[in-house]
């Protein structure tokens, strides 16, 4: 299963139902065992997850955030680049990367027509195609843009102006699909390996009292994915923009009728859009409630409502994330998406027509990326059959001699090598394979099976360096204007910049939050020698 995930020979969830069919047969598990893997709790929430993700989308919600911040942030050089990434990150914590990268570039392009549009003669005066490209799709290869803009060039200095834009162009572009990828790690429904990870550790250790929930994924991450996003800025300004900060802040000649020019752009997309309707507002309320609820349900540093309106005998939550998830959004199946006021059907006259709910079936259906669903669940029966089978103990036990590593430098060594498989294998993929063999590595050297599981999780999410590591690069990259070397070059210190910026938050805010300098108990395996030896402490220094 790993060779055709890593070939995509077969369609990544064709490959994820394998199991399925080969489990029975060799003896591993019995089917209706293995089919159980396929729908577990964290499917439900990601699908709960997307539904009030599609919610926001069907409703234009996720544009007037976007050009809402961008209004504030202002368009100097380097401001324009981070408002972009912090629109682009925010969003994508909520909604699905490639939706987020495919909404952000057109808005990119159209400020980056009029910056370029407002230095050149008005006589060209040319047509702005960037307002047409609502939807960018990875197959519009003919798309582009930068490409197309071919200048008389009539002098040195406006030579230097063409080039400086094509440079800052690409920066943006890179900027957008960069964020919308490290802004998935911030939420545990941002990006499908944070699910991989939840699933996985629910599986391998069912013991454990819903360590990984949404408060402590995103006490962990949050700060990770601010630091990297910030670094992430740094260092594409310099690399696009120069180190000329004060030029890049917009203190140059003649930037104020550009900066004009471009803000203009920003506020009639803004106006364009209208004042919010009913079904905005309903979704924002509802957003936000969401949001609280997952907070609220068992944050750990105070009584949540889930474990005290809904505990179990052992005083743990019953409601899951995925049950609150599910519950907003059949909530948008039932509201209606204006006001109801008694309207004639047109077409049957006498008749009162109902405005339709905020989510249909319908538009569900057709965003729902089933696929995913899928190679969520064939991620879960593989690592089931791993433990079942006996594989994952006889792997924990080949790796015992990196007891003798210091723990800090085994994490580093492992994030580095997800961070480079995942350029060239799909995420999910890469996290589905990578955590079954570490949650066995982590207990047969005594260590806490979240201290190896967090980073390379994280890590997985680290492809910036090809075009086809992951959809957002991918889009990018249709919309031309970038060459393979222009995105390597720029992804792989940023690579490097991310699994430090990993190693960083396991080895400081995240040790308390999970408790990682302990071995728990919920991880003692039935053959644990971790009774007898002292566990391998993981706070540095130790």
């Known amino acids: ?36 893997e396929y729908f577990k709790d964290t499917n439900i929430l990601f699908v709960g997850g997307l539904m009030v993700a599609i919610a926001v989308e069907h409703w ?9 911040v961008l209004l504030i942030i202002g368009v100097r050089p380097a401001l324009l680049l981070l408002g972009f990434m912090l629109v682009t990150a925010f969003l994508s914590m909520w909604i699905s990367n490639t939706a987020t990268t495919a909404m952000m570039l057109p808005i990119g392009y159209a400020v980056l027509e009029q ?28 798309t582009k843009l930068d490409n197309g803009q071919a200048v008389s060039v009539s002098s040195e200095p406006r030579a230097q102006k063409t080039k400086e834009h094509h440079r800052f162009s690409q920066g943006l572009s890179l900027c957008i699909c960069y964020s919308a990828s490290i802004g998935g790690i911030a939420t545990l429904t941002g990006t499908t390996p944070n699910l991989v990870l939840q699933g996985q550790v629910n ?108 505990a179990n005998k052992k005083g743990q939550s019953m409601v899951s994330d995925g049950t609150v998830a599910i519950f907003i959004s059949l909530i948008m199946f039932i509201i209606p998406s204006k006001i109801p006021g008694l309207t004639q059907d047109p077409k049957k006259p006498g008749k009162l027509k109902a405005p339709p709910a905020i989510l249909t079936w319908k538009t569900v259906n057709d965003k729902m990326p089933w696929n995913i669903l899928i190679l969520l669940g064939g991620g879960f029966a593989l690592a089931k059959g791993s433990e ?45 394979l990578f955590l079954p063999i570490l ?14 599981m967090l980073p390379c ?74 009774l007898l030896n002292p566990p391998n402490s993981t706070v540095p220094g130790h």
Not at 211 to 223: D, K, Q, R, T, Y
């Open 1 to 36: 299963m790993a060779l055709l995930w890593c070939t995509e020979a077969l369609p990544l969830a064709v490959t994820a139902l394998f199991p399925i069919i080969l489990f029975p047969l060799m003896g591993i598990m019995e089917a209706s065992k293995v089919c159980l």
């Open 60 to 68: 234009n919600l996720h544009k007037r955030i976007a050009l809402g």
């Open 115 to 142: 910056l370029q549009g407002s230095q050149k003669d008005v006589e060209e005066g040319n047509s702005n195609p960037s307002f047409e490209l609502q939807e960018a799709s990875p197959q519009k290869e003919e």
């Open 203 to 310: 599986s391998i250790f069912p013991e454990n009292s819903n360590v990984v929930n949404f408060a402590s994924w995103f006490g962990f991450a949050f700060p990770t994915m601010v630091i990297l996003l910030l670094l992430a800025w740094l260092w594409l300004q310099v690399l696009f923009l120069g180190v000329n900060f004060r030029k890049n802040f917009g203190f140059g000649e003649g930037e104020e009728e550009r900066k004009q020019a471009a803000f203009q752009v920003i506020k009639t997309q803004h106006r364009l859009l209208g004042p919010m309707s009913f079904a905005e507002k309903v979704v924002t309320f509802l957003f936000v409630l969401l949001v609280v609820l997952w907070f609220t349900r068992e944050p750990g540093f105070f009584p949540g409502w889930g474990d005290t309106a809904f």
């Open 388 to 432: 079942e089978s006996g594989l994952s103990k006889w792997l924990g036990d080949k790796l015992t001699p990196l007891q003798h590593v210091p723990p800090s430098a085994t994490v580093l060594i492992l994030s580095l090598l997800v961070a480079i498989f995942t350029e060239c294998t799909s995420n999910v993929a890469t996290t589905t």
């Open 439 to 452: 949650a066995s590595m982590a207990q047969a050297i005594c260590l806490h099976p979240l201290y190896v």
């Open 457 to 530: 999780t994280l890590a997985a999410s680290l492809a910036f360096m090809l075009p086809v590591a992951t959809p957002p690069n991918a889009i990018v990259f249709s919309f031309g204007g970038l060459k393979v070397s222009d995105m390597a070059r720029a992804g792989f210190l940023l690579n490097i910049i991310g699994v430090l910026t990993i190693t960083l938050s396991i080895n400081s805010w995240s040790i308390p939050i999970f408790k990682l300098d302990t071995f728990p108990t919920w991880a003692y395996s039935n053959t644990s020698q971790c």
